[in-house]
């Protein structure tokens, strides 16, 4: 049974605050390549979460507005943020697939690794192209999943066990297609990955301790096909080492 998004994040919300997968690794490196020496007026950070690529973006933006569902998120950014004295970022309350603010409204919008949570993921994009501004910036990054059909459902199927508020991943190709038919140029795809380990991640989302026996079962059993994708190797004691692909997509809005 599928879980509620805000409900999930309220309650692990100081592990978030806590995981250097989300307060560093490549893909947040790349989205902070990318932004140096470029500027801003308003910049939209959508799925804040606890504000790691919001304090990215304060840092080219002359005001940022982070937004996400889960209030104890926004209350572990703030904290965060006073921390590291920006003053420049305004969090939010409120949906990707309604966003409270009008059309052509941003210069720059980013997500990261939000999307696959997202219940309405398509309407949740079409509100991106909406409150984007002609020529604006939009950068996804999110984990992605394999076109093969073993592959992919294994991902699925393991995401969904460990957070039941994992909606899907996609893959290169999907998203590709998505952009093509919302009007959205693409204009850069720099593919990483997210390197994990299994006790690690299913400690970030609370995963109760009888999944998470069913899940080291899955792992120990995994064929090696799916060792050799998703770079499966045992670190101690049933502890994993592994890699979820990831992307991040560089987007145009089309005039």
Known sequence: ?????????????????????HSSGQNLEIISDYLENKRFDLSLDIATGTGFTAFESSKVSKKV?????????????????????????????????????????????????GTHHFENF????????????????LIISDTITSQDNDLSSWHQKVEIMRDPSHQSNYSIESWKELFNNLKFEVTKIILTSVKLTLDDWMTTSGTPPDIQKKLRKIWVNSDSKTKKYFKIREKDNQNFKFEWPCAVMIIKKQI
């Open 65 to 113: 507005l982070a937004l996400d569902i889960a209030i104890e998120m926004i209350n572990q950014a703030k904290t965060l943020a006073k921390e590291k004295s920006i003053n420049n970022i305004q969090f939010v309350i409120a949906s990707a697939d309604n966003l409270p603010y009008k059309n052509s409204y941003f210069d720059l919008i980013t997500c990261r690794t």
């Open 122 to 137: 398509e309407k949740s994009l079409k509100e991106m192209h909406r409150t984007l501004k002609d020529n604006g910036t």
């Open 1 to 21: 049974m599928s879980k509620d998004p805000k409900d999930q994040f309220n309650a692990q919300a100081e592990f978030y605050a806590n995981s250097k997968v």
